[in-house]
């Protein structure tokens, strides 16, 4: 299985990205988890004119990565799982890619093209922080799919 995550975000070396980089590698038995962090002045420019235009320039970057697989969203106006739930969700796929957006969201025309959209919380969080929570999330689902203990 392959997995993606993409998400608007500034490229960088933290220790959010080392826990990423640390789910990462214990999904590594289970899956191939690739990280693609996509930024440029663009984005900063329709971010400074509002959410809209901000929008606007997300889905023109994430929309490659539509078609790739099964696209899962997060919103946070999508369906909540639970880890099992969740689990299935992306069971038996060959290649999942899950979008993150930048601080405005998705535009709902966006939401609509996408396979599942999907909540991580009903708590506001950071687009750091939740990457993390879905890398942990994946590895927990992998595990759950391949009887691992650790989802216990």
């Not at 070396?13 to 191939?32: E, H, N, V």
């Not at 535009?107 to 969080?125: H, I, K, N, Y």
Request: charged share 20%; with cysteine.
């Amino acid at each position: 299985m392959k997995i993606n995550v993409v998400s608007i975000a500034k490229p960088e070396k933290d220790c959010y990205s080392q826990l990423c980089d640390r789910f990462s590698k214990m999904s590594g038995r289970y899956a191939s988890l690739s990280s693609v962090d996509l930024f440029n002045p663009k984005v900063t420019r329709a971010q400074e004119r509002g959410a809209g235009p901000a929008r606007e320039i997300y889905a023109q970057l994430l929309e490659p990565w539509v078609g790739r697989g099964f696209v899962v969203a997060l919103d946070p106006g999508g369906k909540m799982y639970e880890s099992e739930g969740f689990a299935h969700l992306i069971a038996d796929r060959n290649e999942v890619t899950f979008l993150i957006g930048g601080a405005y969201g998705h535009e709902r025309g966006f939401l609509q093209r996408c396979d599942a959209v999907v909540s991580l919380s009903p708590l506001t969080m950071s687009h750091k922080v939740a990457k993390v929570l879905l890398f942990e999330q994946i590895y927990r689902a992998l595990a759950i799919l391949h009887n691992h203990p650790y989802h216990k």
